[in-house]
C-alpha cells in the first residue's frame, strides 16, 4: 500500500517560497515505488503536472511554468518528497499534490496513488 501525506502549504505574498512536503509510507511506497511527482490544481482549471522525480536515478523533469523556480527532491531516508517553490507568483495558487506510480516515471503518464493535497495560495 502506499499512503501520502502532503505538509506546508500556506499564504504568501509575490515573490516568497515555500516548501511542501509528502510524507509516504506503505510497503508498497518503500519497496516498489519508483516515481512521484508534485501536481497542482486552481479552481475552475484542470489539473497540471508540476514535477516528476525518478528515484532510483534522480532524474526530474519540471512544467515550463515553474523552471528555475522549483525544485523537487527526495529524501530515501525520511520516505519524504519535497517541493522547494520560490518566486511565487498569483498564478502559482493552487492545490498541490503528491502522487507516486511504481514505474514509468515519464511526463505525462497517469499516476497510481494520490495524498490529499495542500493548499497554495499567493498574494499580489
Known amino acids: 500500500q502506499v499512503q501520502l501525506v502532503e505538509s506546508g502549504g500556506g499564504s504568501v505574498q509575490a515573490g516568497g517560497s515555500l516548501r511542501l512536503s509528502c510524507a509516504g509510507s506503505?510497503?508498497?511506497?518503500?519497496?516498489?515505488?519508483?516515481?512521484l511527482g508534485w501536481f497542482r490544481q486552481a479552481p475552475g482549471k484542470e489539473r497540471e503536472e508540476v514535477a516528476i522525480?525518478?528515484?532510483?536515478?534522480?532524474?526530474?523533469v519540471y512544467a515550463d511554468s515553474v523552471k528555475g523556480r522549483f525544485t523537487i527532491s527526495l529524501d530515501n531516508v525520511k520516505n519524504t518528497l519535497y517541493l522547494q517553490m520560490n518566486s511565487l507568483a498569483p498564478e502559482d495558487t493552487a492545490m498541490y499534490s503528491c502522487a507516486a506510480k511504481r514505474s514509468g516515471c515519464y511526463w505525462g503518464n497517469e499516476f497510481d496513488y494520490w495524498g490529499q493535497g495542500t493548499q497554495v495560495t499567493v498574494s499580489s
Open positions: 506503505g510497503y508498497t511506497y518503500i519497496h516498489i515505488v519508483n516515481c
Open positions: 522525480i525518478t528515484r532510483s536515478t534522480g532524474t526530474t
